[in-house]
């Protein structure tokens, strides 16, 4: 497991944004851990068209945080 911090994908409201009811991507909110084997998709609407697939650590100039659970 990873930690996971600010301005890193695992915290943005686009990680894995077409199914917001994960039960991953909310465990990853609250814990801010995640495994580095963690993909899913980028759904930030500059990256959309791309289908970008990124790990929880990754991270861009796009970065919004997520809403906590």
Not at 3 to 30: P, T, W, Y
Not at 47 to 60: E, F
């Amino acid at each position: 497991m990873s930690a996971i911090n600010d301005g890193q994908c695992g915290l943005c409201s686009h990680f894995g944004e077409s199914h917001k009811s994960s039960d991953k991507l909310v465990a990853i909110l609250s814990s801010h851990q995640a495994s580095e084997t963690l993909i899913d998709e980028c759904g930030h609407p500059k990256h959309a068209p791309l289908h970008l697939m990124v790990t929880p650590v990754s991270g861009c100039d796009g970065f919004a945080p997520a809403a906590y659970a």
